[in-house]
């Protein structure tokens, strides 16, 4: 017997797809062409040369994050 699945557990299913592709990283040249540059940034301060400013962290979702979500949220049975 399939099991019916409530609005609550509908939303949370969509909330964690969306989350989940927010984290999903961007390929190298996705982005918009023509503005590009394959030279690395210039360094205008010392300080940010070595390391020196914020630090920052991206999480990227695991293999069953991105399985939930590519397996929808409600199935279709005939």
């Not at 503005?35 to 914020?54: F, K, Q, T």
């Amino acid at each position: 017997m399939t099991k019916h699945m409530t609005l609550r557990e509908i939303e949370d299913r969509f909330e964690e797809a969306a989350r989940t592709l927010r984290r999903i990283p961007a390929p190298p040249g996705s982005g918009p062409k023509g503005y590009s540059s394959s030279w690395p940034d210039y360094v205008h301060e010392a300080g940010h040369a070595y390391g020196y400013n914020d630090a920052s962290m991206k999480i990227v979702p695991s293999a069953a994050e991105i399985s939930r979500m590519e397996g929808g949220c409600v199935r279709a049975d005939p």
